[in-house]
């Protein structure tokens, strides 16, 4: 990747991701950061990726499948409803990535079939996994965006 792409990348691409182990988080973050050269926030508390949303534009959600007091299902229904209305020039809500436990295998299928969400990663997560999801949401978003 070239720097003018890097750049191109940290400008338009942008994710946000919650979850409630800060261990998963840092894993998300230095994977992301450092290996796509891409800028990624991270939360902790469902309420407050809420308001992160809300206050910026994101180009795909990386949401914890069982949080605390939001899960992560319920947070993704909420922005989808409200996101396209906070933001001129775009029409929908960006794709979703779920993070998951082993017992989560039999209602990942049944959440998968919603097309909004791109994958679910099951814990315990691995680097090659993270970017290779991620990379994918990356070129089907690129792919939507010029058919709009």
Same mark, same amino acid.
Not at 69 to 91: A, E, M, Q, T, W
Not at 135 to 141: A, F, K, Q, V
């Given at each position: ?12 691409? /942008? ?12 894993? #998300? ?12 926030? *991270? *939360? ?23 949080? %605390?007091?939001?899960? =992560?299902?319920?947070?993704?229904? $909420?922005?989808? @409803?409200?996101? %396209?209305?906070?933001?001129? =020039? ?9 993070? =998951? ?14 097309? /909004?969400? @791109?994958?679910? #990663? ?6 090659? /996994? ?9 070129? $089907?978003? @690129?792919?939507?965006? *010029? @058919?709009?």
């Amino acid at each position: 990747m070239s720097a003018k792409e890097s750049i191109e990348n940290k400008d338009s691409f /942008r994710v946000l991701a919650s979850h409630h182990d800060t261990g998963t988080l840092r894993l #998300l973050r230095d994977s992301v950061s450092n290996l796509l050269n891409i800028g990624i926030d *991270t *939360t902790p508390s469902s309420e407050y990726a809420y308001e992160m949303a809300i206050k910026r534009p994101y180009s795909l959600f990386i949401f914890g499948f069982h949080m %605390p007091n939001l899960n =992560g299902v319920l947070l993704y229904d $909420l922005l989808y @409803k409200v996101y %396209p209305s906070l933001y001129d =020039g775009i029409r929908k809500c960006p794709a979703v990535i779920f993070i =998951g436990e082993e017992e989560d295998i039999k209602t990942a299928d049944q959440i998968r079939r919603d097309a /909004r969400v @791109k994958d679910i #990663l099951i814990r315990p997560l691995s680097i090659d /996994r993270i970017i290779g999801v991620i990379e994918d949401s990356m070129s $089907l978003t @690129k792919t939507e965006n *010029t @058919k709009i």
